[in-house]
């Protein structure tokens, strides 16, 4: 378990290279990940943050540089299922149940039917939806529908989660309170969490370090800790430290052109 | 990308969902009633184009058809024939007969449809796995479908009574060549319509090509296959009866359709009823696919209206 959970060494991603549709979305990007911690990638649109995500996912492979997840390459902990993933739209499959949704990872992986039940049964108490678990997906609103893709997400307690705006399509005040959420949740499971993120306060609220990236190519252009400390709540949003770490994200993004 | 391989057949979204108790009472009332509006068409041209003498009033020039019982019969003489020996001398009704020919079509239809839809499965599985046979194959699939049945149908039966393959079997690969195309094209479709998202979070769980295609790419295609499924299933009964036509294959509604065209003049009620019996046909196994979707893909998937 010691060792970082994410090391990301001089990694390029240039799409569709020596074509006429070539792009550069990543250039040199450095970034290392400890175990437990919550970071954010932040910036405009086109920076590569969700490709950064893709690429410690394996869903993508880098052009050069490397990528080690737990110590392994990206590959090997895909297929070792070291890490759940979350996306903007909760994407559950409709003519599965909720808890059958929940159970998905489990099936893939060969589980029993009578441990996945009990997993399920967990997990959908563990996001305060227990007794949903026989309701089709529709049924729930977007923000329920978004708690069972995390559940999901976390079925086979993962040690990583990656999260591509998962809050993203939300109201403000359902984000919030999602977002309080997935910080008790992460901490007392220990998971480590990439999170990309188009907002600022969720960046500060949520983050033990946020990543802030500058486009065409992607670089990292500055990664700025958040001295909010650990087990914070909804108070923390009202704290000095909170607006003086957002104000440094945004003058960061206004920095690189992104920020209004 | 479905543009690139020709119409989808049916779409998807259009597909209308009439699944409740209240929607069946409302079924039943409208087919009532659109038979109803059909007797009173059929009855009311003949009546006024006999009374006005079969021609456009003040010329000489011909109703487009012509409202002799010839012609059109009464619509009671066609359900009244139904009852009717079906030859002289006979103890089978002629709806007994018919309905006999039915079943014997339905076979051939039935066993077409499955053949069919089997293999237009496997060829949406196959062009989904590789894009090389998905190029390779497409030309054929579109080709397959511009033969003409009716020139086809005899070479298929010829073919089948020098091997131990029955007329039976010839006649639903006859019907099955109508059927696989819409599987095949719509059901390519519904296997590429999971979204970006849905395939790479099967992905990132290591799932095999195999438990995505199952877990993800079948179900997620039902909206997709099960119009098809309805559109192959009656044209595995036109397939089936042009089949039975064109290679003389005795016993089912074709035969019959073929032999009282051809003693049209002394009877023209059994014609009509067998054309009848092959629509009855053709609404039933649509009917079936319909309840068949509506168990397999409404259930509780979608916010009921």
Redo the contacts between chains.
């Keep these: 378990m010691s060792g970082p959970a994410i090391v990301i060494r001089s990694v390029d991603k240039t799409f569709n290279p020596g074509t006429r549709g070539e792009v550069a979305a990543l250039e040199t990007v450095d970034l290392t990940v400890a175990p437990g911690e919550f970071v954010s990638l932040i910036g405009p649109s086109g920076c590569g943050k969700s490709t950064v995500l893709?690429l410690i996912?394996d869903?993508v492979a880098p052009t050069a540089g490397e990528i080690e997840v737990f110590g392994k390459s990206a590959h090997q902990a895909?297929?070792?299922?070291d890490?759940?993933?979350a996306?903007?739209?909760a994407?559950l499959?409709?003519?599965r149940k909720v808890a059958r949704n929940i159970e998905?990872?489990l099936?893939?992986?060969g589980w029993s039917k009578a441990d996945r039940e009990a997993r399920s049964a967990e997990m959908l108490a563990m996001v305060r939806l227990a007794e949903f678990g026989k309701h089709?997906p529709?049924q729930l609103s977007g923000g329920m529908q978004q708690r069972i893709a995390i559940a999901r997400a976390l079925s086979f307690k993962p040690r990583l989660l990656?999260m591509d705006e998962p809050f993203g399509a939300l109201d403000e005040m359902t984000r919030e309170h999602m977002q309080s959420e997935l910080l008790s949740l992460v901490s007392d499971l220990g998971t480590t969490v990439v999170f990309v993120t188009h907002s600022i306060s969720e960046a500060t609220f949520l983050s033990d370090r946020v990543v802030v990236l500058s486009p065409r190519p992607g670089r990292i252009h500055e990664i700025i800790d958040v001295p909010l400390g650990s087990g914070r709540t909804d108070d923390a949003r009202e704290e000095p430290a909170f607006f003086a770490c957002s104000t440094e994200i945004r003058e960061s993004l206004r920095a690189i052109g992104a920020a209004a | 990308m479905a543009d690139q391989r020709g119409p989808v057949i049916i779409d998807a979204a259009a597909n209308s969902r009439l699944g409740s108790v209240g929607g069946w009472a409302r079924n039943l009332g409208l087919v009532a009633v659109a038979v109803a509006v059909m007797v009173v068409a059929w009855e009311g041209y003949k009546a006024i184009g006999q009374a006005i003498g079969g021609t456009w009033p003040g010329t000489s020039v011909d109703l487009p058809v012509s409202p002799d019982d010839l012609t059109m019969p009464h619509t009671w003489s066609i359900l009244g024939a139904l009852f009717e020996p079906v030859q002289r001398g006979s103890d089978e009704t002629l709806a007994v007969f018919l309905l006999k020919a039915a079943a014997f079509t339905f076979v051939e239809a039935g066993l077409g449809f499955l053949i069919g839809g089997l293999v237009g499965l496997g060829l949406a599985v196959l062009m989904l796995r590789s894009p090389l046979l998905d190029r390779a194959l497409v030309p054929w699939i579109n080709i397959s479908q511009t033969v003409p049945l009716i020139a086809l149908a005899p070479i298929i039966v010829t073919w089948g009574r020098t091997t131990f393959l029955g007329d039976t079997v010839s006649v639903a690969l006859i019907a099955a060549y109508l059927t696989f195309f819409p599987v095949a094209v719509n059901g390519l479709v519904g296997l590429k319509s999971p979204s970006t998202e849905k395939l790479e979070l099967m992905r990132s769980y290591a799932a095999p090509w195999s438990k995505t295609l199952i877990a993800l790419r079948f179900p997620a295609a039902r909206p997709y296959l099960f119009p098809a499924f309805k559109l192959a299933a009656t044209l595995s009964v036109v397939g089936a009866i042009v089949g039975e036509i064109s290679a003389g294959v005795r016993g089912g509604l074709g035969r019959a359709i073929l032999d009282y065209a051809g003693r049209y003049t002394t009877g023209p009620e059994k014609l009509y009823a067998a054309v009848l019996g092959a629509a009855l046909l053709g609404l039933f196994v649509f009917g079936m696919a319909n309840l068949a979707e509506q168990r397999l893909v409404n259930e509780g998937e979608e916010q009921p209206r």
């Design positions: 893709r996912a869903l895909r297929l070792d299922r890490y759940g993933m996306f903007q739209s994407g499959f409709s003519w998905l990872p099936e893939l992986m089709y529709w990656l």
